[in-house]
């Protein structure tokens, strides 16, 4: 689909009041691809064309947050309002959030009362948590009810429920006691009980939680939506699967930059402004240069070396190169592991000897090829000093590698931080220390 070419077509339909030949091109797209198109035309005039659509609500949840917030300027205060209401629970908070405080306070009092509390109650919740995640748009069911009652209930509630396959049974002071699915429902004797067909032992979380142990949840189990409980053990909402597969996405987006030197995401690169592009990437870039003088130092201490053996400075950069490449490696599987939950604190001594076995193992191979080579360019001294070297950096490179990440996770700080850049740096000057003491150590002055 050209999106490009659509929106200038609607632009000039709109601009032209053809509303609806505006409509007519559309109608037929999905909602995803109907934002796509509005993404590219202006705030205004995409505004125009939203309030026409049936689905609405649908397409304007796909609209990145900026735009939202633009169009709810454009937009008059009644209409944002049942645009709201008409909005899932989670994303009218999320959207309402996102509002400047003269914007909230002119919208709040054009929403019904329900619609408001609700709202002020999401979004008091703290950032990252289950609560800031969940939706209130969920179905519930009584013990007592038969399943002809709860079939029944269920009916009138679809409407309203971000999902009904599975309802969440709760007695008068809102105590999670089971789910029932609807499939369970559907198979199950008109006259059975609610209390008897349900499954009593609920995969449930805290409302405190934090949004990564959510998605992980959910994720282990395959779940649908998982029941958000207070500390009094009440359902106060659901996270559906495609809300903790979206924070799972984020999250691996983020460990991503950082893995990469970048400090946080900057959400879609297109969009990202100069400003935005400097800050996130200057910190790093800044600190390693620093960081980068311990080799410039450790040179600078075996400059007798240096002049008396040239042919050192051939091998120095493919030397420091390998120890943080294979520091790079073993800094990715650990990221990921501990990401994962794969691996945990208690596991680094273990995974230190069998990362360090692995180490010799690759340093020996990569030793064996090195050595051919600096005896051909020297002599069998400078091709016995190259293969040393070669051993001992991939091997400490390997070793800082599996062990940083563990490091800045024990002291409360994200492993992802032990970023490529970083781990390289460390080893680059590790490495031509022990380069050029080893060399130091046979080769003549």
């Given at each position: 689909m050209n999106h490009q070419a659509l929106a200038i077509s609607?632009?000039?339909?709109i601009e032209s009041g053809q509303f609806e030949r505006a409509i007519q091109q559309v109608e037929d797209l999905r909602p995803i691809d109907i934002a796509d198109t509005l993404a590219l035309i202006?705030?205004?005039?995409?505004?125009?064309?939203?309030?026409?659509?049936?689905?609405?609500?649908?397409?304007?949840?796909?609209?990145?947050e900026d735009i939202q917030v633009a169009m709810a300027r454009m937009l008059p205060r009644d209409r944002m309002?049942?645009?709201?209401?008409?909005?899932?629970?989670?994303?009218?908070?999320?959207?309402?959030?996102?509002?400047?405080?003269?914007?909230?306070?002119?919208?709040?009092?054009?929403?019904?009362?329900?619609?408001?509390?609700?709202?002020?109650?999401?979004?008091?919740?703290?950032e990252r948590t289950a609560g800031a995640l969940m939706t209130s748009d969920y179905a519930t069911l009584s013990a007592e009810m038969t399943v002809k009652e709860a079939l029944e209930a269920l009916r009138l509630e679809a409407p309203d429920a971000e999902t009904i396959y599975h309802a969440?049974?709760?007695?008068?002071?809102?105590?999670?006691?089971?789910?029932?699915?609807?499939?369970?429902?559907?198979?199950?004797?008109?006259?059975?009980?609610?209390?008897?067909?349900?499954?009593?032992?609920?995969?449930?979380?805290?409302?405190?939680?934090?949004?990564e142990d959510i998605a992980k949840t959910v994720a282990r189990y395959d779940l649908i939506a998982l029941p958000i409980i207070d500390d009094n053990g009440a359902l106060v909402g659901i996270v559906t699967h495609d809300d903790a597969m979206d924070v799972a996405s984020d999250e691996a987006t983020d460990d991503f930059h950082k893995s990469g030197g970048v400090s946080t995401s900057i959400g879609k690169l297109k969009?990202?402004?100069?400003?935005?592009?400097?800050?996130?990437?200057?910190?790093?870039?800044?600190?390693?240069?620093?960081?980068?003088l311990l080799s410039g130092f450790s040179i600078s201490n075996f400059e007798d070396v240096i002049a008396a053996n040239l042919v050192l400075v051939f091998f120095l950069p493919l030397l420091v190169d390998s120890g943080g490449n294979a520091g790079?490696?073993?800094?990715?599987?650990?990221?990921?592991?501990?990401?994962t939950g794969d691996v945990v604190m208690r596991?680094?001594?273990?995974?230190?000897?069998?990362?360090?076995?692995?180490?010799?193992?690759?340093?020996?191979?990569?030793?064996?090829?090195?050595?051919?080579?600096g005896y051909v360019r020297g002599d069998a001294v400078v091709s016995m000093v190259l293969a040393l070297s070669m051993m001992s950096v991939v091997m400490i490179g390997c070793v800082i590698g599996m062990s940083l990440p563990f490091v800045l996770s024990k002291m409360g700080f994200d492993p992802a931080a032990a970023s490529a850049p970083l781990i390289t740096s460390v080893c680059d000057a590790s490495g031509v220390l022990i380069y050029l003491f080893i060399a130091s150590r046979f080769l003549p002055l």
């Amino acid at each position: 689909m050209n999106h490009q070419a659509l929106a200038i077509s609607l632009t000039h339909a709109i601009e032209s009041g053809q509303f609806e030949r505006a409509i007519q091109q559309v109608e037929d797209l999905r909602p995803i691809d109907i934002a796509d198109t509005l993404a590219l035309i202006t705030p205004t005039l995409g505004s125009l064309l939203l309030e026409l659509l049936p689905n609405r609500a649908t397409v304007f949840a796909y609209l990145s947050e900026d735009i939202q917030v633009a169009m709810a300027r454009m937009l008059p205060r009644d209409r944002m309002a049942a645009l709201l209401s008409e909005m899932p629970a989670d994303e009218r908070t999320d959207l309402y959030k996102h509002l400047s405080q003269v914007q909230r306070d002119a919208l709040l009092p054009a929403l019904a009362q329900a619609k408001r509390e609700d709202i002020r109650r999401l979004a008091a919740y703290e950032e990252r948590t289950a609560g800031a995640l969940m939706t209130s748009d969920y179905a519930t069911l009584s013990a007592e009810m038969t399943v002809k009652e709860a079939l029944e209930a269920l009916r009138l509630e679809a409407p309203d429920a971000e999902t009904i396959y599975h309802a969440y049974v709760i007695n008068d002071e809102r105590r999670l006691l089971g789910v029932v699915s609807l499939r369970v429902l559907i198979l199950a004797a008109p006259d059975e009980f609610i209390g008897d067909i349900m499954l009593s032992n609920v995969i449930a979380s805290n409302v405190n939680d934090d949004q990564e142990d959510i998605a992980k949840t959910v994720a282990r189990y395959d779940l649908i939506a998982l029941p958000i409980i207070d500390d009094n053990g009440a359902l106060v909402g659901i996270v559906t699967h495609d809300d903790a597969m979206d924070v799972a996405s984020d999250e691996a987006t983020d460990d991503f930059h950082k893995s990469g030197g970048v400090s946080t995401s900057i959400g879609k690169l297109k969009d990202a402004s100069l400003r935005v592009l400097y800050r996130k990437r200057v910190f790093w870039l800044v600190f390693l240069v620093f960081g980068n003088l311990l080799s410039g130092f450790s040179i600078s201490n075996f400059e007798d070396v240096i002049a008396a053996n040239l042919v050192l400075v051939f091998f120095l950069p493919l030397l420091v190169d390998s120890g943080g490449n294979a520091g790079s490696q073993s800094a990715t599987l650990m990221v990921r592991a501990l990401a994962t939950g794969d691996v945990v604190m208690r596991d680094w001594f273990s995974l230190l000897g069998r990362e360090a076995l692995v180490a010799l193992m690759l340093g020996a191979t990569m030793a064996a090829a090195i050595a051919l080579i600096g005896y051909v360019r020297g002599d069998a001294v400078v091709s016995m000093v190259l293969a040393l070297s070669m051993m001992s950096v991939v091997m400490i490179g390997c070793v800082i590698g599996m062990s940083l990440p563990f490091v800045l996770s024990k002291m409360g700080f994200d492993p992802a931080a032990a970023s490529a850049p970083l781990i390289t740096s460390v080893c680059d000057a590790s490495g031509v220390l022990i380069y050029l003491f080893i060399a130091s150590r046979f080769l003549p002055l």
